[in-house]
């Protein structure tokens, strides 16, 4: 018996140095450097099985039938998948077409974390593992692309940056812009000529109202809070559910919502303005055929394309200035990106190209206390999938010490208190009071500027829009 024993030990070793041997051989076999780089990326993802837990139709092992180990499978696909849906961005890196800006960022993020494929994975799937050399040719991969993307000037490291610049202007029309910014002041657009755009989005007020919900016709509330106008052309669709794809269809909601400005049509809203012939004069003169539906809605988006907040502390440390943000700030953009905040809150406007779920690693809506209400459903009232439940348009962040109150139900009063409530419920961790100082204290760097003049400087209302604003409110 004892000899069996003193066999079977060393061959037991051995067979586990083999083992362990094998496993570093296949793990570290680099796809071939003859490929192009982006199907080298793809080839490692395959092998990293990241399709089989993040897609909607993932490849189910077979032993996902087995009792026990079926159940953790399963578990990891259904999270994983709920987590990220990884196949548009295969689809995009396999035909070398552009990728989603916070695809890209979440990606990386784990890959830098070595996060991905868990560990229990990789065990099972030899080869699956991103290996230290895997990791280096997929983030550099990355690193290029991302400088690629964007043509903001950004050089150096800062180049690689997931946060970019707010452009300092985008192209647009100067007088559809012109006709635009009357429209977006003009209450004749409302029922009972008492509401405009402004009322709601004031640009002296960093572009929204800060009310928890928006008072429209008659004193009416709304049911889900007003995000700001300013820098809304670089958001992927408008709305918290995305309803409106373009600025101009979304200009077309307002003016009919019954709780906002109460039109019955717009040929009512057209008959009104008609009757003004100086407006309908300079109209005519930049759209030939006239007051329409269509024109009114054009010269509004023109106008919005002109609502950037570019030179913020932040953008001017991004373009290469060190010394325009302090040491404190620069330490709240390095847990903003440690935490996963920049993946969701990436691009020029921290935000605006996907739609999130609210309450990923923990339940926003049980620890809220509240009712439950339609808005709350998000993209979920327009799809009517399951999967869309709960899933908003990520909100862009800046100037957003100025934009409170936050999220859509408009509950947070505070950007600590919705510092602290991301870490909690979109990233599962509980930030220190330190680190939730610092964090806002970034967020505060990216105030900009409007036509040069600070974001909500009370003190330039009148330089910003030149109008009263007595029936604001
Ligand atoms: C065995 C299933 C499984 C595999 C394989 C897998 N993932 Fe995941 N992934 C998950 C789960 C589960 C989560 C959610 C993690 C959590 O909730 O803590 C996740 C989360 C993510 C996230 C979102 C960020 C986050 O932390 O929530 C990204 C991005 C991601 N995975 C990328 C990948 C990539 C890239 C690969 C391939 C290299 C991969 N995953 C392989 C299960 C998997
Ligand atoms: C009564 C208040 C009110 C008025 C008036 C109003 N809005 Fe809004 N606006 C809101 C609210 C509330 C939302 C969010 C609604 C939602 O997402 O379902 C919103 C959303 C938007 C968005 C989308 C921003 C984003 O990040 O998704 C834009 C752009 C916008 N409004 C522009 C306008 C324009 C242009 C007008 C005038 C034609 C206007 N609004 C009139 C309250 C108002
Ligand atoms: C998984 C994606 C995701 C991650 C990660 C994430 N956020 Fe968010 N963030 C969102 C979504 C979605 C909302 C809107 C939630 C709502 O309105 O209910 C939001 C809202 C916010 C707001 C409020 C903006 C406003 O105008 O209402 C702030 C501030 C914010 N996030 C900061 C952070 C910080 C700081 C972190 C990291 C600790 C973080 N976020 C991580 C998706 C994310």
Redesign the pocket.
Known sequence: MKKIIRLCVPLLLIACFAMVLAYRIVSDRLPSADLPVNLQVLEIFEEGGCLSCHSSDPEVPFYAKMPVVGKIVMKDIDSGYRAFDIKPFMDAVAEDEAVNPVDLAKVEKVILDGRMPMPKYYLVHWGSSVTRAKQAVVLSWIRDLRASMYDDGLSGERAYEPVRPVDHVLPYDEDKAALGFAL?HDPR??LDNT???S???DIATAGV?NHR????VDDQL?G??????FN?VY?FV????G??AT?AD??AG??LNP???ASTSFDEIIAKLEKDKAFVRSFNAVYPDGLTQNNITDA?AHF?RTLLTPDSRFDKWLRGDDGAITAEELEGYELFKKYDCATCHAGPVLG?HTYELMGLRNDYFADRGLEMTH?DNGRFKETGLERDRHRF?V??LRNVEHTWPYYHDGTRETLEEAVRDMGYYQTGVELSQNEIKSITSFLKTLTGEYKGVPVYSNNSREDIDGHDHDHDH
Request: with cysteine; glycine share 10%; net charge negative.
């Open positions: 977006f657009l409302s509401v405009s755009c009322t709601c989005h109202d919900y928006s008072h429209g709304g889900v809070n007003a995000p700001t106008v809304a958001n408008q709305f918290w559910d309803r409106a600025l979304q200009a307002p003016p709780v906002e400005m509004i919005e605006g808005e348009k909100p862009g």
